[in-house]
């Protein structure tokens, strides 16, 4: 059984000396990886060391991308050729290891319209499946009317979108995540419960600014079983249905139509069930989170072989719903 990855992330070093030169907000957003010891050589590597992890964890294809936050916390001046760089150098480690990478592009979103031209390169001209981007540029939320030129274009080529996590905005962090000592408040800013919230409210904005009405060819991918927001649907749809929220497709339908979901190496069979429960088996994908989350001794395959899935419905997840959500683009 083939099993694709989506969530797996990379770096480069100059990328690293822009993250630690840029401004406060920039460089809080890059606490917690800092490109240092075992974390900083993974994601560094693309090739022989992570190879060798990959065929440690039973994934045959990593859709590699650039850790958070990309280039998104740089000027536009910075971001637009570090954007181009950085693909560039994922492009050659696909053309270095043909069948074992695929790529999302990493976005300039300071510049809406830069980001439009280099993900039409990269999936144009460098063959890559989609892009990863990282909820907020600044303060200006996903659903703003500056990243319209980016949904439509990714409604326009057909391919997904990655909506990863990010910290939250300084003034959230202070008003909700802090008091509890360093350690507790960075943990609670990010891994805990920051990044799902921020992440999963982006795309619930974007569903209630009616981004997926404009653009209906948009597809999103979102991981961690949903950002928290899968779970909250039943309620979402009941207000919506009382009239609290904006009429039209309720937030279920959005989620069935247009975004898949990734556990992001949460391997709960739990999790899983829900989803199935809720999206559907063909909702589903495939995720790692390397190098952040220990997937070694075979846990990524074994995860997929015990879980309570028909052999159909097991190969769905594995690779072929992504495959089916790329078809076009191979």
Known sequence: MKIIALEEHMVTSTLLDAWRQAPDEAEEQNAVFNGTGLMGERLL???ARRLQDMDDQGVDVQVLSVTQPGVQNLTPSLAVPLA?????????????HPGRFEAFAALPTPDPRAAVEELRRAVQELGFMGAMVFGRTGSRNADHPDNEPIWAAASDLRVPIYLHPQRPQNSIRNGYYSGLGDPVDRALSTAAVGWHFETGIQLIRMILAGV???????????GHWGELMLFWE???????????????PTVLDVFREHVSFTGSGDT???????????????????????????????????????????????????HANWERLTAHLR
């Open 45 to 47: 590597d693309v090739d």
């Open 84 to 96: 181009k760089q950085v693909n560039d150098r994922i492009s050659a480690a696909v053309s270095r």
């Open 268 to 318: 709960s069979h739990r999790y899983l069930r829900w989803a199935k429960e809720v999206v559907g088996i063909d909702r589903i994908l495939f995720a790692t989170d390397y190098p952040f989350i220990d997937n070694s001794a075979g846990m990524a395959r074994s995860f997929l072989n015990e879980a309570d899935l028909t052999t159909d419905e097991r190969a769905a997840v594995a």
């Open 234 to 248: 039943e309620r979402f749809t009941s207000i919506q249905r009382a009239g609290l929220l904006p009429s039209g």
């Open 212 to 222: 997926f009405d404009r653009h209906p060819g948009l597809q999103l991918v979102i």
